[in-house]
T-cell receptor
């Protein structure tokens, strides 16, 4: 069985602070994918990034960066210089070869509130 | 390129009724998945359709069913509605390949059962 744990239920920061959202996963698949999604109040889940299990390169995209560490089964997400528009619920998700790449197991989400 | 479209956006139904939700995937995507989101259980996978066939199914009762048409559009049906079925129902489409497994979601249908 697959499992995704986002231990932080809610994080509050002031604009321009850096914030890291934690994600720990469990899977028996040797080939799997990890994802981050953002859910603003409108409800739509917005795809942010995907990582393959065999690619541990960290990635930076503008103010966003992701740290994938297989040794600790973690896939953390950092927002640098946060902005009010970053306020949303962020979900980490996992899919694997055995369960089907289209079958996502989500964490419970982390609500990020950025105050001006 | 148009995104995933779900209709209707909002629904209010009475216990015992049935409901049908619709999802139009991104052009070219053959996989459509459905998820239920509630405050208590979070995001839970319902089922996935690929080329008109149900390929995967989550742990939901048989009252939840779906289908996919030849143009990849999908519908989800819930019969004999219960209060606990009140949720945001999200549809996602993808190429579902090893090269491009990411799913893209619609805005969801918010179902309220009274």
């Amino acid at each position: 069985a697959q499992k995704v744990t986002q231990a932080q239920t809610e994080i509050s920061v002031v604009e321009k602070e850096d914030v890291t959202l934690d994600c720990v996963y469990e899977t028996r698949d040797t080939t799997y994918y990890l994802f981050w999604y953002k859910q603003p109040p409108s409800g739509e889940l917005v795809f942010l990034i995907r990582r393959n299990s065999f690619d541990e390169q960290n990635e930076i995209s503008g103010r966003y960066s992701w740290n994938f560490q297989k040794s600790t089964s973690s896939f953390n997400f950092t927002i640098t210089a946060s902005q009010v528009v970053d306020s949303a619920v962020y979900f980490c998700a996992l899919s694997g070869m055995n369960s089907g790449y289209s079958t996502l197991t989500f964490g419970k989400g982390t609500m990020l509130l950025v105050s001006p | 390129k148009a995104g995933v479209t779900q209709t209707p956006r909002y629904l209010i139904k009475t216990r015992g009724q049935q409901v049908t939700l619709s999802c139009s995937p991104i052009s070219g995507h053959r996989s459509v998945s459905w998820y239920q989101q509630t405050p208590g259980q979070g995001l839970q996978f319902l089922f996935e359709y690929f080329s008109e066939t149900q390929r995967n199914k989550g742990n939901f009762p048989g009252r939840f069913s779906g289908r996919q048409f030849s143009n990849s559009r999908s519908e989800m049906n819930v019969s004999t509605l219960e209060l606990g079925d009140s949720a945001l129902y999200l549809c996602a489409s993808s190429f579902s390949s090893g090269d491009s497994p990411e799913a893209f979601f619609g805005q969801g249908t918010r179902l309220t059962v009274v």
